[in-house]
T-cell receptor, first 115, second 115 residues
Framework: AQSVTQLGSHVSVSEGALVLLRCNYSSSVPPYLFWYVQYPNQGLQLLLKYTTGATLVKGINGFEAEFKKSETSFHLTKPSAHMSDAAEYFC?????????????FGTGTQLKVEL | DAGVTQSPTHLIKTRGQQVTLRCSPK?????VSWYQQALGQGPQFIFQYYEEEERQRGNFPDRFSGHQFPNYSSELNVNALLLGDSALYLC??????????????FGPGTRLTVL
């Protein structure tokens, strides 16, 4: 079974500051890892994903994440926060089984961006 | 190209009633997954449908059932509603592939309130 732990249910940064949202995973097989963003009253939008290959993945809106197997981590970063980044962010893990690939989500981190 | 659509957007029911939620997948997709997102929580996997059959199921009681139609659209049915069933129900669609992970695209969700 897979699981995800997101450290910090609320993170607050100043506009222009570094954004760092933490995610640690547990998986008995090589995982696929994802970050989703959810704006109020909306569904989930994929920010980026790691499946195989390069461990540093770049996503939309200037976000990136690095897969670190030794630390079982997949932290999300953005060099400079913008007011429009304020939203809830979810880390998720899945494994490829060839038939069914449910996503297991963390509890989310609410990002607040202040002037 | 229409994305994943869900109906209705909001729904209010009373305890003991039954509810049906609907989902139309993104054009070209053949697999539909359903997730329940309680307030302040991450989405939890309910089940996944492919070729009109339930392929995977999460830890949800039999009160939760589903169906997939030949046109790939899907319904989620919940019987004997409980207050705890109040949540945002998300539908996600993907294209089945045996060669790689199937990215899931999420709809905006249906907000169910049980009184």
């Amino acid at each position: 079974a897979q699981s995800v732990t997101q450290l910090g249910s609320h993170v607050s940064v100043s506009e222009g500051a570094l954004v760092l949202l933490r995610c640690n995973y547990s998986s008995s097989v090589p995982p696929y890892l994802f970050w989703y963003v959810q704006y109020p009253n909306q569904g989930l939008q994929l920010l980026l994903k790691y499946t195989t290959g390069a461990t540093l993945v770049k996503g939309i809106n200037g976000f990136e994440a690095e897969f670190k197997k030794s630390e079982t981590s997949f932290h999300l970063t953005k060099p400079s926060a913008h007011m429009s980044d304020a939203a809830e962010y979810f880390c998720a893990v899945s494994v490829f089984t060839g038939g069914g690939n449910k996503l297991t989500f963390g509890t989310g981190t609410q990002l607040k961006v202040e002037l | 190209d229409a994305g994943v659509t869900q109906s209705p957007t909001h729904l209010i029911k009373t305890r003991g009633q039954q509810v049906t939620l609907r989902c139309s997948p993104k054009s070209g997709h053949d697999t539909v997954s359903w997730y329940q997102q309680a307030l302040g929580q991450g989405p939890q996997f309910i089940f996944q449908y492919y070729e009109e059959e339930e392929r995977q199921r999460g830890n949800f009681p039999d009160r939760f059932s589903g169906h997939q139609f030949p046109n790939y659209s899907s319904e989620l049915n919940v019987n004997a509603l409980l207050l705890g069933d109040s949540a945002l129900y998300l539908c996600a669609s993907s294209l089945q592939s045996l060669a790689d992970f199937n990215e899931q695209f999420f709809g905006p969700g249906t907000r169910l309130t049980v009184l």
